[in-house]
């Protein structure tokens, strides 16, 4: 029957994955990548992204394992999982130059605007004077209610430091930094941690 489905073409693929997009959402992406259509891989690179959070059990949901019949439930062939997976806030960002900074927030700290410009000075800063010194850049983050605050936005521009965007809402899919992140998620689930000191120290090394 297999053999019969692939000679037809019908062949089982996993669903591809993409955002849920409100027409605001859409209209927004558009404007966004029509304004910065015509930038080269120069301008990009002055560019930081940057990207939270992290979650414990929540793995790539692929695992692929080889079994002979009967033992789907070997250890070699499950992949724990729990119902509901410890979550903790990682924040990090890179550049063309180079990956930049990693924190990992204390255990059940909220992300909230006074955090966040906590985060911004001991992190940002030292990443933009290390990969661009007195070169101007951009720094790219999302639409969040904390990184939108006043505060924040005050803070940024006393700073003098720029922001590209702006970022369209539930736009994941455009921010390099997930490709770095997937790749940080697909070794350390190689790993298996079983808890959350051990997934914080995996993610650090």
């Known amino acids: ?4 489905l ?28 029509k304004r910065y259509r015509d930038w080269t891989a120069e301008d990009w690179g002055k560019v930081i992204f940057s ?3 992290f979650r414990l059990f929540g793995a790539s949901g692929k695992k692929f394992v080889r079994r002979r019949q009967g033992g789907c439930y070997h250890q070699s062939c499950v992949m724990p999982t ?16 180079g990956v930049g900074s990693l924190t990992i927030f204390p255990k ?16 940002l800063l030292p990443t933009i004077q290390k990969q661009f ?9 999302d639409g969040a209610p904390c990184h939108e605050a006043k ?7 006393e700073q003098n430091i720029d922001i590209l965007g702006p970022w369209p809402g539930n736009s994941p899919d ?21 808890n959350s000191d051990k997934l914080q120290a995996l993610i650090m090394h």
């Open 151 to 157: 505060l924040i936005t005050k803070w940024l521009g």
């Open 174 to 194: 455009l921010n390099p930094i997930e490709n770095l992140r997937s790749i940080l998620k697909r070794q350390v689930d190689k790993q298996n941690p079983t």
């Open 51 to 53: 990207e939270s959070p």
């Open 108 to 123: 059940n700290t909220a992300m909230n605007k006074e955090w966040y410009q906590h985060i911004l000075r001991e992190q």
């Open 1 to 4: 029957m297999r053999r019969k």
């Open 133 to 141: 010194g007195d070169e101007q850049c951009l720094f790219q983050h």
């Open 82 to 97: 729990v119902k509901h997976p410890e979550t903790f806030h990682v924040w990090v960002c890179f550049s063309a130059k």
């Open 6 to 33: 692939l000679e037809d073409g019908l062949v089982s693929r996993r669903a591809a994955k993409k955002p849920l997009l409100s027409r605001k959402n859409i209209r927004d992406r558009l404007i966004f990548c």
